[in-house]
């Protein structure tokens, strides 16, 4: 049996507030919130199978936004799967992000758009 991706852990500056947008524009559901990793706080947000994990320190300030796609081991993007690009790129948009250019090519259709923490989430579909 081949591995399978359970989860992905990275940084935001308030991970209540993206697990909200989340659950809104992906039909997810918070799986666990609690205390974590040096005295930091978690939110767990996704499905039954697969989650991202927001973390955020409860002390101190969090860098400024770097280049990720220069940066060794950096967080280049988070990519969802849908149905309906057309209405997920709508849902995008209510909620206040801005998508960006729609591709097309083989296997299939995405667009990109940046969170409040200027992390990029590319939406596929698949033809």
Request: aromatic share 14%; charged share 20%; with cysteine.
């Amino acid at each position: 049996m081949a591995a399978q991706l359970e989860h992905t852990n990275f940084t935001v500056t308030d991970p209540d507030a993206t697990a909200k947008w989340m659950c809104t524009l992906f039909d997810w559901h918070i799986r666990w919130t609690g205390d974590s990793r040096t005295t930091g706080y978690s939110v767990h947000v996704g499905t039954d199978t697969h989650y991202l994990a927001l973390y955020a320190p409860k002390t101190g300030n969090l860098d400024a936004p770097i280049d990720n796609y220069t940066t060794q081991g950096g967080l280049n993007h988070i990519a969802v799967v849908v149905d309906d690009i057309a209405a997920m790129r709508a849902r995008v948009e209510a909620a206040g992000f801005e998508a960006g250019e729609h591709f097309d090519y083989e296997p299939g259709q995405r667009f990109y758009f940046y969170d409040t923490d200027h992390i990029e989430y590319e939406v596929v579909q698949y033809d």
